[in-house]
């Protein structure tokens, strides 16, 4: 159940004001704590978690991991949120931390874009020395990703929401949460809570705070091969130093990772970035950004980010009506059922493994040509033949060619458009992605000639 705007809480200790974020795990609320007069934040578990047969095993490690980070506030850290109090409501465990005005680093890069290379180093240099403390008093924060960073002005952070709620729900529905899953690495689905989590997931915000972008999940990388594209790729303005600290952090096998938070952070120290120091809203705006090289060239990173996604939406119409154009003069030659699987292949030769593409073409035409002595289907060998080959593998032609010459200039520009559509869509999507849109519009083009076909 949600508190009330207004409810009190503890005999009238606290009293609750707004919610602040709700998710499958928790609830976060500001409140007042009423005799000091001060504004802090609660977050207590979802009620809804109690119908897990193990909630009381992850309550207890929930009090545990909590007065644990009630320590630390012993010894306040300048970029951790302390902890002031642990109760319990009723039968609801509540966590109470301060309350920290200011933006997100996820809410700021959306408002501006990437920031500069020494800004984001300025911010990211305070959560990692923040984290090196959590490491050093045996916890793992879990969750260092943009939205758990808090931008307090004059260039000052603050890390806040210890990923200590995580351990309320099965790690599957916690650790890979869908709003920061390009943030956490993939051994955390499996609870690991060693300090490498921590590296990925600060490497990953470093990676979102100089792109703009959020970087590719490591689920898909794991499961679907996808590939992260390299943050100077999206950003040709930051150092090369910067972009290889960058992937260290993220390696997708945590033995591949640096293996402290400080070693980490010295891969990204380097003279050629300079930290300035913190300076007045006022010439910051009229001062430095118009003369920093970091600011002026923010405009370009930004059209470079853009220009980056892309879709090849003309060759995609291109293709599609090839495609249609096939659909069309096979429509009582050849079964739908292999037509489709024809344009399968043909998104599948040009997603990857070339000789997979080479082997699979030859052999869903050949048994088309063999079986249904259809000529469309020597016509859309070809034209796969072509695809596949690509410019450095001419010779995979051969008698294909022949055919492909008496087809015409229509399945030509068909093919030369699937070739140039899959090479810039692997240029920003993954070999899985890139399948599935090449392979729906070949098939929806399909249709659309049968459809033509038969209506007449």
Not at 133 to 157: C, E, S, T, W, Y
Not at 235 to 254: D, F, P, T, V, Y
């Amino acid at each position: 159940m949600v508190w009330k705007e207004g409810q009190e809480l503890q005999a009238g200790k606290y009293i609750v004001g707004e919610v602040l974020r709700q998710g499958g795990f928790g609830i976060t609320y500001q409140a007042l704590h009423v005799s000091l007069n001060q504004q802090v934040v609660i977050k207590t578990p979802n009620e809804h978690l109690k119908r897990d047969p193990n909630y009381n095993k992850y309550v207890k490690r929930f009090i545990q991991e909590a007065r644990l980070i009630a320590k630390l506030s012993k010894e306040p850290h300048p970029h951790i949120v302390r902890v002031s109090d642990l109760f319990q409501e009723g039968q609801t465990h509540c966590l109470v931390m301060e309350f920290i005005p200011g933006k997100t680093l996820f809410e700021l890069v959306g408002q501006q874009g990437a920031l500069p290379e020494a800004e984001a180093l300025n911010y990211i240099r305070q959560i990692g020395d923040a984290l090196t403390f959590v490491h050093q008093q045996g916890l793992v924060h879990r969750d260092a990703h943009p939205g758990n960073i808090m931008v307090r002005g004059q260039g000052k952070v603050v890390l806040i929401d210890f990923g200590i709620c995580g351990e309320l729900v099965p790690t599957t529905v916690s650790s890979m949460h869908p709003g920061h899953g390009g943030f956490a690495p993939i051994e955390q689905i499996k609870g690991d809570r060693k300090p490498t989590v921590d590296i990925y997931c600060l490497a990953a915000t470093l990676y979102y705070t100089v792109t703009g972008e959020r970087p590719t999940s490591s689920f898909d990388r794991k499961a679907f091969d996808a590939v992260l594209a390299p943050p100077k790729q999206l950003n040709s303005n930051i150092s090369k130093r910067l972009n290889q600290g960058i992937l260290r952090g993220m390696a997708l096998e945590a033995k591949n990772r640096p293996q402290s938070m400080q070693e980490w952070l010295e891969l990204l120290e380097s003279p050629e970035v300079l930290v300035p120091p913190p300076v007045k809203k006022s010439y910051r705006q009229e001062v430095v950004r118009p003369l920093s090289k970091e600011y002026s060239a923010l405009p370009l990173r930004k059209s470079n980010t853009r220009q980056s996604r892309i879709i090849p939406w003309i060759l995609l119409v291109i293709l599609s009506l090839f495609y249609s154009f096939i659909g069309y003069i096979s429509a009582d030659a050849v079964g739908e059922a292999g037509a489709i699987a024809g344009a399968v292949v043909v998104a599948g030769a040009v997603t990857g493994n070339w000789a997979v593409a080479v082997f699979l073409a030859v052999a869903v035409f050949l048994a088309w040509a063999m079986f249904l002595l259809g000529a469309v289907a020597l016509v859309v060998a070809g034209a796969v033949a072509l695809v596949v080959a690509g410019s450095e593998n001419m010779f995979l032609l051969g008698a294909e060619s022949v055919v492909l010459a008496v087809a015409g200039a229509v399945v030509v520009a068909g093919a030369v458009a699937v070739a140039l559509a899959g090479t810039k869509l692997r240029g920003s999507f993954s070999s899985f992605h890139t399948f599935l849109i090449l392979s729906g519009t070949s098939i929806l083009g399909l249709v659309l000639g049968w459809w033509v076909y038969y209506s007449n």
